[in-house]
């Protein structure tokens, strides 16, 4: 999964160094500042439910998992960007 629509590409290697994350987290932050607004606060599900459905597409929600393990029927997802999660869990809390 590539982020040029956030400004930013994925690196090939998982190691993000923190100028990588401190680019990933201002461009989720300039991606969300416009819907801000419009994200429910009064409840931690409603926030990150709102976030959910700003970072991701609904395909992406419908074909992935949080950790891309197997499911209960015992087949694989994908798993999410473990960056959008952590930016989701950390606006949520």
Sequence with gaps: MTFEHLGVSERNDDTDSPVDVICV???LDKLVK?????IRKDDFRKTTRDLMEV???????????????????G????????RKIAFIICESS
């Design 25 to 27: 987290q201002d461009s």
């Design 34 to 38: 416009d819907k801000w607004p419009l």
């Design 55 to 73: 970072l991701f597409t609904t395909e992406e929600m419908a074909t992935s998992s949080v950790t891309g393990s197997k499911g209960h029927t």
């Design 75 to 82: 087949s694989t997802k994908d798993a999410l960007d473990p």
